[in-house]
């Protein structure tokens, strides 16, 4: 059922045309900078998009301009985990890494404990439902790494409206976000 979700969802975020997706990618930019929690955040975690996904760097570049601390994920492939590092140039701490996805490079940033003072993440996903259930590409990263957060922070996930459904099969380890934000509109979740 995941597979064949991720399989209709991404195919549906391919037939966007690119142009399209750039300016949803805007709006949605604009909608996430609105929110409380970003604004009462001193240090985000984002991470850069591949592929049809919501275009984050737009984002990221904001959140350097407003002066917070961006953290950014890196699969560590010894512990199949999501290392986070501080990164402030992202033209020159960046590099593609798996999948192509750009990453931290280790050697030119300061990497952060798990918990270390994040106040608001900005997850990727697949699907998302309007209660804050998110379907993830499968690798589980996402979940693990904020089950190890000792301080719970704002969770959101930027999405086309297209990725939104009515249901998703939900395990015990998934995590539900807080806020959906879409092309279209916010959605406070009614998780928690």
């Not at 059922?1 to 399989?7: P, Q």
């Not at 699907?127 to 693990?144: E, I, N, P, S, V």
Request: with cysteine; proline share 5%.
């Amino acid at each position: 059922m995941k597979a064949s979700i991720r399989k209709t969802i991404c195919a549906l975020r391919e037939q966007l045309p690119p142009g399209m997706r750039a300016a949803y990618s805007a709006t949605i930019t604009e909608r996430l900078l609105q929110l409380p929690a970003y604004w009462q955040a001193d240090a985000v975690l984002g991470y850069m998009n591949f592929g049809a996904e919501f275009a984050s760097e737009l984002w990221v570049e904001r959140v350097l301009a407003d002066g917070k601390r961006l953290a950014l994920p890196k699969v560590n492939h010894h512990t199949n985990h999501l290392d986070l590092y501080w990164v402030d140039d992202p033209e020159n701490q960046l590099a593609a890494g798996l999948w192509g996805i750009r990453e931290p490079v280790v050697e030119r940033c300061e990497r952060l404990a798990a918990s270390n003072g994040v106040e608001f993440v900005l997850l990727p996903g697949v699907a998302f439902t309007r209660d804050g259930a998110r379907l993830g590409y499968g690798g589980g990263y996402y979940d693990k790494l904020l089950a190890g957060m000792t301080q719970r922070p704002a969770l959101v996930a930027a999405a086309f409206a297209l990725q939104i459904v009515k249901a998703l099969p939900q395990e015990a380890t998934d995590v539900k976000v807080e806020w959906v934000v879409t092309e279209q509109e916010s959605i406070v979740c009614a998780a928690q």
